[in-house]
T-cell receptor, first 111, second 112 residues
Framework: RKEVEQDPGPFNVPEGATVAFNCTYSNSASQSFFWYRQDCRKEPKLLMS???SGNEDGRFTAQLNRASQYISLLIRDSKLSDSATYLCVVNMNTGFQKLVFGTGTRLLVSP | NAGVTQTPKFQVLKTGQSMTLQCAQD?????MSWYRQDPGMGLRLIHY???????DQGEVPNGYNVSRSTTEDFPLRLLSAAPSQTSVYFC???????????FGNGTRLTVT
């Protein structure tokens, strides 16, 4: 089993739609979680950290389910500019900052 | 407000050549790391450092060397380039612990 798994997509949605991605992780001791956004041929950029109680940043909501070992990202009212690959990142917390990246979920928002 | 700076942005090498990818950060981050990104495989950790003078191997260290003589700089050396090292390389830094990574713009390396 991969340490961090994501559905590669692509998810094709129209503008204004709501879309959700899940990401599962294997290490139950993992302590910190992030969603990054990566545009084509660019560096990953932090979208948001994921907190235990869930957190929201504008149209983006992140949730953590420790019992089932997954995190989710919900995007409401999708914009064309949301088209990108979304990377799930988990700190496996094995004594140092071991950040493991998922392969990413590609989102395409169309007019 | 430079953040993490990587050079060069593009590089073409012949098999067997050596080169150094440069990475510098101005955020006084203790933790620095190098990743490579290949299609369908996500980012894989090559080497990392938790402070000046301290480095360790990541998931895919073979064929690469690193050193960390200062907090700011973390160069990655390819000793004898191979076509399998064709990839996009990202340097990243953070304050460690539960803080997120800040990435450089990447170096696109092609080995022929």
């Amino acid at each position: 089993r991969k340490e961090v798994e994501q559905d590669p997509g692509p998810f094709n949605v129209p503008e204004g739609a709501t879309v959700a991605f899940n990401c599962t992780y294997s290490n139950s001791a993992s302590q910190s979680f992030f969603w990054y956004r990566q545009d084509c041929r660019k560096e990953p950029k932090l979208l948001m950290s994921v907190y235990s109680s869930g957190n929201e940043d504008g149209r983006f909501t992140a949730q953590l389910n420790r019992a089932s070992q997954y995190i989710s990202l919900l995007i409401r009212d999708s914009k064309l500019s949301d088209s990108a690959t979304y990377l799930c990142v988990v700190n496996m917390n094995t004594g140092f900052q071991k950040l493991v990246f998922g392969t990413g979920t590609r989102l395409l928002v169309s007019p | 407000n430079a953040g993490v700076t990587q050079t060069p942005k593009f590089q073409v090498l012949k098999t067997g050549q050596s080169m150094t990818l440069q990475c510098a950060q101005d955020m006084n981050h203790e933790y620095m790391s190098w990743y490579r990104q290949d299609p369908g495989m996500g980012l894989r950790l090559i080497h990392y450092s938790v402070g000046a003078g301290i480095t360790d191997q990541g998931e895919v260290p073979n064929g690469y060397n690193v050193s960390r003589s200062t907090t700011e700089d973390f160069p990655l050396r390819l000793l004898s380039a191979a076509p399998s090292q064709t990839s996009v390389y990202f340097c990243a830094s953070s304050s460690g612990g539960r803080t997120p990574l800040h990435f450089g713009n990447g170096t696109r390396l092609t080995v022929t």
